[in-house]
């Protein structure tokens, strides 16, 4: 059933693009699929490719009902091409082809910035489950250890989702790419991800949750602003991508969420009413706010460089050539050309860090910088309710945007979380008041033991309000295997 609501299941990848029919496209990816599983096996989650895992796997691209929940092995994971239905007489919603017909093929004057945008994309997602791949061994309870590999699955699935564009829009150059995007690794010397957050470690569930409120929300704005594309086919692979990044950001969200309220309680329940007590507060098995802090800001930060510099050309091009648009682009009230338009940009003016208007186009990865920013602002703010409904005195905040950036304007400068200019000395001295230290390090280390019983949560974190898919409580998210 080619182009349809409902996924194909019958062959080896599942899909609703019609790929029985296409048979150049199927015979690529299924070429690409056993290098895919091995990669899998090599660099996906360590120690759990026999467990059975309570996953959802999509059936439908139908936001109502789309998924399906089982016990799967991972390496049996139902991966597939799925993109969101075609908009009946869909035009290009901005710059110069603004209002012509969207495109169903790639114009061959965009094919090299349209490859690049895949490809980058393409990248991030294996990076991620190459990142996340040891936590299984110290997950805090099967319900959240569940949630790690759903993540896992879904970051597996938007590789295929750029794959499938490059095999098929891209030729003999998309199979290449393909294949490259198995042969980078997180974090490695010689064959890096391309671009920096990826390649940093993830070492605790702090961070895990973390890097997916932050960092899957980039994927999340990235993702928006490529659902706009005048390449169609982009746009829908996007669409449906962004039904999957809720559920990381959920994830995140959540799960710091659930470590703040525990911390709360052990608080009051031993009557300390100083958060910044580290000492008396970490006696408890808990991880007191300002670590929790620090870990925002190391996390804000690196996900700010994601958004490349302050002036681009590049974006400037991709949004001129209807590729790639702003959030929300649809909803904005604007000619959506730009040509005439200014935009407030935080730049390193005379060593100092000022405003200053420059030329929308130039600014556009600062203006979905800053769509992210306020999203975020949203997030802190139902964690800092648990934190006042706790009636602890203590704010979490999001650190200035020039704080420890290692791309663009701020990269050549120390910046407080205040916003405040430091001497290179200075910076040197305080830096572990605003980054984790190893000291903090060590203590996360050691609250990162597993927790694999049914209904049982370690002691630095509250258990979830409700199951996955209505379960009970002391459901079994994951049958480990021996
Ligand atoms: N690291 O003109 P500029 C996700 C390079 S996350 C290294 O500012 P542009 C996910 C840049 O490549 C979403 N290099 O660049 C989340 C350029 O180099 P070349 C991922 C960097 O293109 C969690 C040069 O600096 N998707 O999905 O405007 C789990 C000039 O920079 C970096 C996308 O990013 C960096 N951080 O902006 C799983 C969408 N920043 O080519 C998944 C696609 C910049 O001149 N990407 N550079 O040699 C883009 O739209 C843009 O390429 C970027 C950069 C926003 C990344
Ligand atoms: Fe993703
Ligand atoms: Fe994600």
Same mark, same amino acid.
């Given at each position: ?26 015979? $690529? ?45 991972? *390496? ?41 945008? !895949?490809?980058?994309?393409?990248? +991030? ?22 949630? !790690? ?22 030729? $003999? ?12 690794? &997180? ?15 993830? *070492?605790?569930?702090? &961070? ?39 559920? @990381? ?13 525990? %911390? ?77 338009? +200014? ?29 992210? %920013? ?5 997030? !802190? ?17 999001? *650190? ?37 230290? $190893? ?12 927790? %694999?019983?049914?209904? @049982? ?8 309000? %409700? ?16």
């Amino acid at each position: 059933m080619p182009h349809g609501m409902d996924v194909d299941y019958d062959g080896l990848i599942p899909n609703n693009v019609g790929l029985n029919a296409d048979l150049r496209v199927r015979k $690529a990816l299924e070429t690409w699929h056993p290098g895919y599983i091995d990669w899998w096996k090599d660099m996906g989650p360590e120690g759990f490719q026999d467990s059975l895992v309570y996953l959802r796997t999509a059936v439908s691209v139908d936001p109502q009902g789309w998924a399906k929940f089982d016990y799967v092995k991972m *390496p049996d994971y139902k991966w597939g091409i799925l993109l969101a239905p075609a908009v009946e007489g869909r035009t290009i919603p901005f710059g110069q082809h603004k209002g012509e017909p969207v495109w169903q093929e790639v114009p061959g004057e965009y094919r090299a910035m349209l490859r690049r945008l !895949l490809v980058i994309q393409g990248d +991030t997602e294996p990076a991620s489950v190459e990142q996340q791949r040891h936590l299984g061994k110290t997950a805090p309870s099967l319900y959240d250890l569940r949630n !790690l590999f759903q993540v896992n699955v879904e970051e597996g699935r938007h590789l295929w989702a750029m794959v499938y564009l490059l095999q098929k829009y891209f030729g $003999a150059d998309g199979r290449e790419e393909a294949a490259e995007l198995l042969r980078r690794r &997180s974090g490695d010397r010689d064959t890096p991800r391309m671009l920096g957050a990826f390649n940093e470690a993830t *070492p605790d569930w702090l &961070s895990f949750f973390l890097f997916t409120t932050f960092t899957d929300r980039d994927g999340k704005m990235q993702l928006a602003a490529l659902a706009q594309s005048g390449f169609d086919p982009l746009s829908r692979t996007c669409r449906f991508m962004l039904t999957e990044e809720a559920h @990381h950001m959920f994830v995140g969200e959540t799960g710091l969420m659930r470590v703040i309220e525990r %911390t709360c309680q052990a608080m009051k329940e031993a009557g300390i009413d100083d958060p910044s007590d580290a000492k008396a507060v970490r006696a408890l098995g808990v991880i007191d706010l300002p670590t929790i802090q620090r870990k925002i800001n190391l996390h804000y930060s690196l996900t700010l460089d994601l958004f490349g510099n302050e002036i681009s050309t590049n974006a400037a091009n991709a949004f001129n050539a209807g590729i790639k648009g702003r959030y929300r682009e649809d909803k904005l009230a604007d000619d959506h050309r730009l040509i005439d338009d +200014t935009y407030p940009v935080l730049r390193l003016i005379d060593g100092q860090v000022a405003a200053q208007d420059v030329p929308a186009l130039s600014a556009l990865n600062m203006r979905l910088r800053d769509d992210f %920013t306020d999203d975020c602002d949203s997030g !802190l703010g139902r964690w800092n309710r648990v934190i006042e409904q706790a009636g602890v005195n203590f704010r979490l905040h999001l *650190p200035h945007v020039a704080f420890n950036r290692r791309i663009g304007e701020f990269s050549r400068a120390h910046v407080t979380p205040d916003g405040a200019l430091l001497s290179p000395e200075a910076w040197e001295r305080q830096r572990d008041r605003y980054l984790p230290s $190893a000291e903090d390090a060590a203590f996360l280390d050691s609250l990162m033991v597993a927790e %694999t019983r049914p209904g @049982h949560y370690a002691g630095w974190i509250a258990p979830p309000r %409700t199951g996955i898919d209505s379960k009970p409580g002391d459901f079994e998210y994951v049958r480990i295997a021996e």
